[in-house]
């Protein structure tokens, strides 16, 4: 129902979870009451870095830059969604719908490369603990971070701006609780491939290229670890890159199996569920993985 060469828009609808009627209320109370231990948990961990000197080093100066990440993403989506939920017009107009594509996949994105500069960090600090400090100096954390959010902006804005020049001319309806990518470019009435073929890239170069390099750093943190002779040693240095294991698993398994596939194959049924995983419940259990196994961060939270 868009054309570029028209200067009126339609709004998107976005269906969600309306297929269950009675259950409305039921899931507007589950998904705020995880938005609220998402945001206090994530919260709570970038406040016990600042205000915990114990806690100032680059470790986790990346996990409060990553929980700060995780506040961003969570809430790109589930405002819109729970207003959507109690609203008898799920909508969401078209600009709307691409600040919110262009916000998600930017983090998303963002969220790849700091995921694969927290193995780096572990690598330096388990491979090379006498040359870690001057590595992993204050200016190259922050140097690292800033790459992270510049890359996941560049690969944002490719998505989102080819995305929305393609024509909306048919079926206005997302079946999906936020506009992703696969959902929108199913609404297109032109032709997509080169959309397609950029994702594929694209995801190629972030996905593929942070997953290889947290891949690369764990196997040589691995080597390391196993030529270590005291076993309460191993058992220390394996505890400090479990948790980070755990994220990495889940955030890449959803969005690989989200993102490397052809069009003809996007199930929005199943891909609702996958797309919640990575959406929803990583971030809500981002703190709660890094915090129970971290007996520092455990005890600065409590301070909190």
């Not at 506040?71 to 405002?79: A, H, K, L, M, N």
């Not at 992993?136 to 998505?159: D, E, F, P, Y």
């Not at 994702?199 to 190629?204: D, I, P, Q, R, S």
């Not at 942070?210 to 309460?232: A, G, P, Q, R």
Request: glycine content about 4%; overall charge positive.
């Amino acid at each position: 129902m868009y054309r570029r060469n028209q200067s009126s828009t339609v709004d998107f609808i976005l269906l969600g979870f309306s297929g269950a009627p009675a259950l409305q209320h039921l899931l507007f109370a589950v998904f705020l009451l995880i938005y609220v231990i998402t945001m206090m948990g994530n919260i709570s961990l970038v406040f016990a870095y600042k205000l915990t000197p114990t806690l100032r080093t680059p470790m986790y100066f990346f996990l409060a830059n990553f929980s700060f990440l995780e506040i961003c993403y969570i809430s790109t989506t589930v405002p819109k969604m729970l207003s959507n939920i109690l609203s008898a017009h799920k909508t969401i107009s078209f600009s709307g719908c691409a600040i919110q594509m262009y916000c998600f996949v930017l983090l998303g994105g963002t969220e790849c490369y700091l995921l694969a500069v927290m193995a780096y960090d572990r690598y330096n600090a388990i491979c090379h603990p006498l040359l870690y400090g001057t590595i992993m100096n204050k200016r190259t954390c922050i140097q690292l971070v800033a790459i992270s959010w510049i890359g996941g902006a560049i690969n944002s804005l490719i998505h989102t701006s080819l995305m929305f020049t393609l024509s909306f001319c048919g079926d206005n309806e997302l079946n999906h609780f936020f506009c992703d990518i696969p959902p929108v470019m199913q609404l297109a009435c032109t032709a997509t491939k080169i959309n397609e073929i950029v994702l594929l890239v694209a995801c190629g170069c972030v996905i593929v290229s942070s997953f290889t390099l947290t891949i690369v750093s764990y196997t040589h943190i691995i080597t390391t670890v196993l030529n270590i002779k005291s076993t309460s040693g191993r058992k220390k240095a394996f505890s400090t890159c479990t948790s980070h294991l755990i994220v990495v698993t889940m955030f890449y398994g959803s969005a690989i199996f989200m993102y490397f596939r052809p069009k003809s194959s996007y199930s929005m049924d199943q891909d609702r569920v996958i797309s919640a995983l990575y959406a929803f419940i990583a971030p809500l259990l981002n703190p709660f993985i890094y915090s129970l196994r971290n007996a520092d961060v455990k005890a600065a939270v409590r301070k909190i």
